[in-house]
């Protein structure tokens, strides 16, 4: 296993420099420039603008830099929020994220396996359909759809619950932007449970467990289960790295401090050093959760062996 892990970890290395030279280059080929405003900045001032932020350089000194900082844990500044670096941006900023997409995750988790399991047991029948009907609308319908509907009913007419702001992180406020997140994750999480779900149920194992005499509760929670979920614990790797990163429609509709609202401001402003960051961070966590994803399989499936 540690021969394993160690080698994920030396391609993750080349990996993580080619979304660095990727996003670098694509953010330098974008039109518009940082310091592009309403009021035009004198020559001798964006000459001095661009040497204090290192911009008057050639474009592969620039890139060089980039990468020596970024092999150093430096991120660089932030070329629009005054005296803050990109590490900074990122600390103040996870925590909403972070606590959004785990309350996310944990509901669409829960609630979309639940479903599953049902919806098989009762395959072809009232239940069955009622959830993957559910579950299709949930995949096909939208966050920047689902959040205004949501936010009219519940926010607006019955007024339950506030439309916006994060107030702390109060778990008032956190209902309506928790949902929406895990809504489509619901509707994947309980199609793919479903099928799994099926094709284990009829496996050879499973008929010989019921011809035993085991009880159908046992023969669903340790052996079906247990070999239903492995599409599952694929798919979770990058779907919580999303997440956790931040939404980029839910956090700028319900106005919340997170990372990825500040992912859409920076991109508006062209802020390079803070995109990059976070497409950074990104990266990174979805190779992390990959790696994490192919242990929980190979200690659920004990077929597969880590070499």
Request: charged fraction near 15%.
């Amino acid at each position: 296993m540690l021969r394993f892990i160690g080698r994920r970890l030396l391609i993750a290395i080349p990996t993580l420099f080619l979304v660095v030279t990727l996003a670098f280059f694509m953010m330098r080929a974008a039109p518009g420039s940082p310091f592009d405003t309403d009021r035009k900045l004198s020559p001798e001032i964006e000459r001095y603008v661009l040497a204090r932020y290192g911009m008057n350089k050639p474009l592969g000194q620039q890139y060089l830099d980039y990468l020596a900082g970024v092999a150093r844990g430096d991120l660089g500044p932030s070329l629009k929020y005054k005296d803050k670096s990109v590490l900074q941006i990122l600390k103040e900023n996870y925590g909403v994220s972070l606590k959004l997409g785990l309350s996310a995750i944990l509901i669409a988790s829960v609630t979309g396996v639940s479903l599953g399991v049902l919806a098989a047991l009762r395959q072809n029948r009232s239940l069955d359909y009622g959830v993957m009907t559910v579950a299709i609308l949930g995949v096909c319908i939208p966050t920047f759809v689902t959040a205004p509907l949501l936010v009219l009913l519940f926010a607006s007419r019955l007024g339950w619950v506030p439309s916006a702001g994060w107030n702390d992180g109060a778990a008032i406020n956190l209902v309506l932007p928790v949902t929406v997140l895990a809504l489509p994750q619901i509707a994947i999480i309980s199609r793919l449970t479903r099928a799994g779900m099926i094709e284990v149920l009829r496996s050879n194992y499973v008929r010989t467990a019921r011809a035993k005499g085991l009880p159908e509760h046992r023969i669903v929670g340790r052996h079906a289960l247990r070999a239903a979920i492995l599409p599952l614990v694929s798919y979770l790797g990058p779907a919580c790295a999303g997440l956790l990163t931040g939404s980029l429609v839910v956090e700028k509709i319900f106005n919340l401090p997170g990372l990825g609202k500040f992912f859409v401001i920076s991109a508006l402003q062209r802020d390079y050093t803070v995109v990059m960051g976070m497409v950074i961070v990104y990266a990174a966590l979805i190779l992390a959760l990959n790696l994490v994803a192919d242990l929980l399989y190979a200690a659920l499936d004990p077929r597969v062996r880590l070499s």
